[in-house]
């Protein structure tokens, strides 16, 4: 090996060791670890990949074209895409209630193509602060001026455009525009956005309209609105929200995302979206995988099924959950939180989300004491979340039996029950 690799490697192995020191480092199980687990860690929340319903329906999509093929052999750019990806985009489109749509690799791609590309020179952006990490990279090739607002506050975010507005002639006028960027479902806390203040907010604050609302709808997909068309349809705002994403990854099991705008928003990304232009088209497989997703959560079966079962499967984990005597003496001493607790018995939707809060240094602890029960969770750190929150993500599936969350939870307070206990012992040393 060369002397240039060789201080390469002494580098990232130093860091390497500093983030596993920390306890931050990324580990990759092999399949063989989480085999005979419970699943409460995947994002397959409606069990269309564990049950075998999505294989199904993707090899009777493989009957249906027997002349694929496999390949997309080009960029949109080159080719413009083969007529059943088009097909595809025109169908998901017409589904989520949107003028077109463009299908992409996933939706990291989905987002850094919108936000390197679309915001303008003069433009703003404003954003939730707890949006993905890939609306960040999008936003550091961004032309514009971009700012944060404090987590679902909407009195935060309408003071924001108002100072925007008042320092800005471009944007006082009406000559340039502010996007709004926030997500459905958060993917690190399980709340969800106000949709209707935010949009409230916006007309209150820029009285001319020109502002834009973009929605990432990676963890609402599939999950709710007519057929699992989204929050956004859910809620019939469709006019309100021009541009959407939503992703194929989770709730679809399968994989890409499709970014749903108006036919000259689609265009300006396929010409000026510099991951797309030099990027080899999604191929036929990727396509038939979602377009068999969307086949069955649209299904009977997908709502009575999957959907609505899941939003049962929720609501009985926080009924056992909050209502158990030692999560309310775990509250009081700050050895577990739950950032939607006061909220999820009131709100008409359920995410899957489950965010429990741990002190610092105390995630991996608890995710292990599951893991060691053959439960599969996953603990967050820093920079996924922010600093000092660290955190055990769970995702609720419709297939989790009712027996499996009684489990998790009696697990999770056998584990908070020793804390207790190890505190009571400092403090009488």
């Not at 329906?57 to 007529?83: D, K, M, N």
Request: charged share 20%; hydrophobic share 40%.
């Amino acid at each position: 090996m060369s002397i240039g690799h060789n201080i390469l490697t002494h580098k990232l192995q130093a860091l390497l060791d500093n983030r596993r020191h920390q306890g931050r480092l990324l580990y990759h199980p092999l399949p063989t670890t989480l085999m005979g687990t419970v699943d409460f860690g995947s994002n397959d929340t409606l069990g269309l990949s564990s049950s075998g319903l999505l294989s199904a329906a993707f090899l009777r999509e493989l009957e249906r074209h027997p002349t694929f093929t496999v390949g997309s052999t080009s960029s949109r750019a080159v080719e413009g895409g083969r007529q059943y990806l088009l097909d595809l985009e025109d169908d998901l489109a017409k589904f989520h209630g949107a003028a077109t749509g463009l299908f992409v690799h996933s939706g990291y791609s989905a987002n850094v193509a919108i936000w390197s590309t679309l915001p303008q020179p003069g433009d703003f952006v404003v954003y939730d602060e707890l949006v993905h990490a890939s609306i960040h990279d999008g936003l550091r090739q961004c032309r514009a001026t971009s700012r944060a607002f404090r987590h679902n506050d909407c009195a935060a975010l309408k003071r924001q455009l108002e100072e925007i507005r008042d320092q800005d002639e471009g944007v006082a006028h009406g000559r340039q525009v502010v996007f709004i960027a926030i997500e459905s479902f958060y993917s690190m806390d399980g709340d969800m956005a106000p949709l209707h203040s935010i949009i409230t907010a916006a007309r209150e604050a820029l009285p001319a309209g020109n502002y834009l609302c973009v929605i990432d709808e990676a963890h609402s997909n599939g999950l709710v609105g007519p057929n699992g068309s989204g929050y956004v349809c859910h809620y019939g705002l469709e006019e309100e929200f021009p541009i959407r994403l939503h992703t194929c990854g989770k709730a679809l099991a399968s994989m890409g995302a499709i970014i749903l705008c108006s036919k000259t928003v689609k265009e300006a990304l396929i010409n000026y979206a510099r991951n797309i232009v030099f990027s080899t088209a999604p191929s036929y497989l990727s396509a038939a995988g979602v377009r068999a997703g969307y086949e069955l959560v649209a299904s009977v079966e997908g709502e009575k099924q999957l959907r609505q079962v899941l939003q049962q499967k929720v609501r009985y984990f926080y009924h056992r959950l909050t209502n158990d005597p030692t999560w309310q003496r775990a509250r009081r001493k700050d050895i577990l939180s739950l950032p939607t607790e006061t909220t999820w018995s009131s709100r008409p939707l359920q995410s899957p989300v489950i965010a429990l809060i741990t002190r610092v240094d105390r995630a991996n602890a608890l995710a292990e004491h599951l893991q060691q029960h053959q439960y599969w969770v996953n603990a967050i750190h820093f920079p996924a979340v922010p600093r000092g929150q660290d955190r055990v993500r769970l995702m609720i599936h419709a297939s989790n039996s009712l027996a499996e969350i009684e489990t998790v939870v009696a697990l999770i307070m056998e584990w908070t029950t020793r804390q207790l206990e190890t505190n009571i012992m400092r403090a009488e040393l």
